[in-house]
């Protein structure tokens, strides 16, 4: 959501550090990302649910630089979509825990 509010290829100034996330948007624009965006995140949701990963684990998976923070471009595409769509983009999926949203006991991960 955040990647979809600040977009960075929409904002303006230079520097560094959005000149790295402005490049992360390029390469996370592609419809082959997005796809692989959209698989990694049923991939790592699997992986919180069955217990395979750990909740620093799949956040360094998704939301780190180290994989191009995929996972802020993936909720980017999901809040387009819900605009697309007219629906609003903040509901009650974002009124709960991360714990609740992804349907795990908040000790069990």
């Known amino acids: 959501m955040a990647i979809y509010i600040a977009d960075p290829a929409h904002i303006t100034g230079a520097g560094e550090y ?6 992360r948007n390029a390469r996370n624009g ?4 997005v796809r692989e965006n959209a698989w990694l995140f049923d991939a790592l949701l699997a992986g919180l649910r069955g217990g395979q990963l750990s909740w620093e684990t799949a956040s360094q998976i998704g939301f780190y630089g180290n994989m191009d923070s995929r996972m802020y471009f993936h909720g980017r595409e999901l809040a ?7 629906q609003s983009l903040l509901t009650q999926d974002f009124a709960c825990k991360p714990e609740a949203f992804f349907g795990l006991r908040a000790t069990g991960v």
């Open 30 to 33: 592609t419809a082959e990302r």
């Open 80 to 86: 387009r979509k819900r605009a697309l769509a007219h």
């Open 18 to 23: 959005i000149d790295m996330w402005r490049n």
